[in-house]
């Protein structure tokens, strides 16, 4: 479904996912990018690369991998938690922001 701001919204079982296009197609794109460079390091693999040379690759998939992490999160406290709150679950909305820092923080 679209609203008018040309967002799209899903309702999972645990809450509200507020995508905007634009950002859908971001995120998109930088997993794209992402599962490119893990084909790289496959490819550096199986044809014997200097292990430097990969660990430098895989560092460069965590550190984006990351950030597309913390773009889903700003998104979802921006929207989603908010929208809890409003919706009176702020008990809801405190144990998924508990739940993530506890994931982020491994």
Known sequence: ???EDKTFLTIPPLGYILITMQSKKNLIRRLKIIEGQV??????VDTGA???DIITQASAVKQA???VEDALLEGHLRHCVVNQIKEGKSEQATAEIIKVYRLKRK
Do not use: P
């Open 1 to 3: 479904m679209y609203g």
């Open 39 to 44: 084909r790289g390091m496959q490819h550096m």
């Open 50 to 52: 200097y292990c430097i």
């Open 65 to 67: 991998l990351s950030n």
